[in-house]
């Protein structure tokens, strides 16, 4: 089975801290994402990976950066969170097509 | 217009009955299609995948892909309390790395 694990599933964090979340997959996939589900506006695709090292931004890269330095750890990293960045924050890994979820880690920056 | 478009509901079905979730998208190129079910506070699980035009029959599952109509339907036989969840459609861009998600349907089974 696939395995996409999350360093945390609930964090609480203040305004203008640098927050890390972290993601392993286990199952040598290429392609990695990092996603932000907010009520009443579903999935966004914040960045995506199909490399070590390679990045694309999504659909909402503002206010957030990522680093992919091995295969399976894809992190996201707020350089200055902001209360709009509070929210569930999903990592997820494709295979041929299928994608699989990590847990989510739920995100409130006060 | 959205690239994949879902009916947010709520979708109320009574327990026993047939729910059937709809979906539509954009991009004519897109040749494969999941069903993610994501239950309240929790991740998308993976439940159906269908590439061809016709059915796809998985337990009380059914996929149905129509690709000249482009639209997609998930069918939920004998519908349980468990089944009430929200139902993301997703569909992988035919010409980037990433996959495309509707809003989801939000379903309910009530007994």
């Known amino acids: 089975d696939v395995k996409v694990t999350q360093s945390s599933r609930y964090l609480v964090k203040r305004t203008g801290e640098k927050v890390f979340l972290e993601c392993v997959q286990d199952?040598?996939?290429?392609?990695m994402f990092w996603y932000r589900q907010d009520p009443g506006l579903g999935l966004r695709l914040i960045y995506f990976?199909?490399?070590?090292?390679?990045?694309e931004k999504g659909d909402i890269p503002e206010g957030y950066s990522v680093s992919r330095e091995k295969k399976e750890r894809f992190s996201l990293i707020l350089e200055s969170a902001s209360t709009n960045q509070t929210s569930m924050y999903l990592c997820?890994?494709?295979?041929?097509?299928?994608?699989?979820f990590g847990p989510g880690t739920r995100l409130t920056v006060l | 217009q959205k690239e994949v478009e879902q009916n947010s509901g709520p979708l109320s079905v009574p327990e026993g009955a047939i729910a059937s979730l709809n979906c539509t998208y954009s991009?004519?190129?897109?040749?494969?299609f999941f069903w993610y079910r994501q239950y309240s506070g929790k991740s998308p699980e993976l439940i159906m995948f269908?590439?061809?035009?016709g059915d796809k029959e998985d337990g009380r599952f059914t996929a149905q892909l129509n690709k000249a109509s482009q639209y997609v339907s998930l069918l939920i036989r004998d519908s349980q309390p468990s089944d009430s969840a929200t139902y993301l459609c997703?569909?992988?861009?035919?010409?980037?790395?990433?996959?495309?998600f509707g809003s989801g349907t939000r379903l309910s089974i009530r007994p």
């Open positions: 997820a890994s494709t295979g041929t097509d299928t994608q699989y």
């Open positions: 199952m040598d996939h290429e392609n």
């Open positions: 990976s199909y490399d070590v090292k390679m990045k």
């Open positions: 991009d004519r190129g897109s040749q494969s």
């Open positions: 269908i590439y061809s035009n």
């Open positions: 997703a569909v992988p861009h035919s010409s980037a790395s990433k996959i495309i």
